[in-house]
């Protein structure tokens, strides 16, 4: 009597995607076994709890051979070793290169040096995410940066064309790179409430509009000369007279207000001051603001018509600088204006 048996022989590399999940989160393998039994693979499966720590060893083996293609994507579409489908290479990238919202939160605006790296295990304790991990998310946000820094062109396209990232999360890292490059400080208590999506959405808006130079100086003149910060507030009360629910409280304060949103731009053409941009816009811009109560629609009331009455001041002439600068004032504020 014969007995016929199918065989099936391939050589595509399995990827399983908890495992992997547990790897990138920088769990060891005895962790991960007992955080895969706790899940009820052994019961849903019928496996042995040495079949599932041989499984979960070879996996680890998998993905510590895959890292050093990992640190630089296109070598791992262009290998022969690893047979693995072009989306499920496009999913080891993604999450290799994906980050925590509180780890980045810590880090961002430092400098991406050893000297932060020092302050991984404090991190990791602050946050709860595995030192492993914040070394792999630390070593990322490096990486990326040091083969992006001196390039020219688009930031984003640049980090997508060397790290095959998504759009978004490659939006996020050319934020991470432009933040580390200007050393914008995010760490004092009264910036604690903004998320790293509050600060991305500045950073994208600044990327893409402005150029930090010596130009901006030139509109401190409309600060600076006292007749044309007289009209600019005659023709800001005109429009909004009526309007505005909180109309005497921006009369009294304007001069204080265009101040603190003029004199930001001054404070740019100096690299020593740029980091403290968004201290700036939160104390001079944000707080006082709240303080008098201001609802956010009356926020984007007022900064709409501030920026926009500009437009008729005839001594000022620098109008496609301001409406350049404004409008990624406005956006940077309207963003920030929350609780």
């Known amino acids: 009597m014969t007995s016929e048996l199918d065989i ?8 399983d995607e908890d495992v992997y999940r547990l790897w990138l989160d920088g769990y060891s393998v005895t962790d991960a076994v007992a955080l895969r039994v706790r899940s009820g693979i052994l019961e849903q499966t019928g496996a042995t709890a040495a079949v599932l720590q041989s499984d979960t060893m070879d996996h680890y083996r998998t993905f ?7 640190h630089a994507p296109p070598k791992l579409l262009h290998q022969l070793i690893f047979q693995i489908p072009p989306s499920r290479q496009a999913l080891l990238i993604e999450r290799y290169y994906a980050f925590d919202e509180a780890f980045v939160r810590e880090v961002l605006g430092k400098k991406l040096s050893k000297g932060t790296k020092k302050d991984l295990d404090d991190i990791s304790t602050k946050t709860g995410i595995t ?5 792999r998310q630390f070593d990322n946000f490096k990486r990326v940066f040091k083969v992006v820094e001196e390039m020219r062109g688009s930031l984003v396209d640049n980090i997508q064309q060397h790290f095959l990232l998504s759009d978004r999360l490659a939006r996020d890292y050319a934020a991470i790179v432009f933040f580390a490059n200007n ?3 995010t760490g ?6 903004l998320s790293f999506g509050d600060f991305a959405f500045c950073a994208e808006l600044m990327i893409q509009n402005w150029t930090l130079g010596a130009d901006l100086k030139e509109l401190k003149v409309l600060v600076a000369d006292k007749d044309l910060l007289d009209l600019h507030k005659s023709l800001v009360c005109t429009a909004l007279r009526g309007k ?34 968004f201290v700036d816009l939160v104390e001079k811009f944000v707080e006082p603001c709240r303080s008098d109560h201001w609802p956010l629609s009356d926020v984007r009331f007022f900064l709409n018509q501030y920026s926009a009455s500009v437009h008729s001041l005839d001594g000022f002439r620098h109008q496609a600088l301001w409406d350049r600068y404004m409008g990624t004032l406005r956006g940077c504020l309207l963003r920030l204006y929350h609780d």
């Open 8 to 15: 099936f022989v391939g050589n595509t590399t399995l990827i």
């Open 64 to 70: 510590h051979m895959l890292e050093r293609l990992l």
């Open 131 to 135: 030192l492993k991990s914040c070394r």
């Open 183 to 185: 050393r914008f400080e």
């Open 188 to 193: 004092k208590k009264k910036l604690q409430y």
């Open 244 to 277: 505005l629910g909180v109309f005497s409280e921006m009369e009294a304060n304007f001069k204080n207000l265009s101040r603190g949103l003029v004199n930001v731009a001054a404070k740019l053409t100096h690299n020593k001051d740029v980091r403290d941009l």
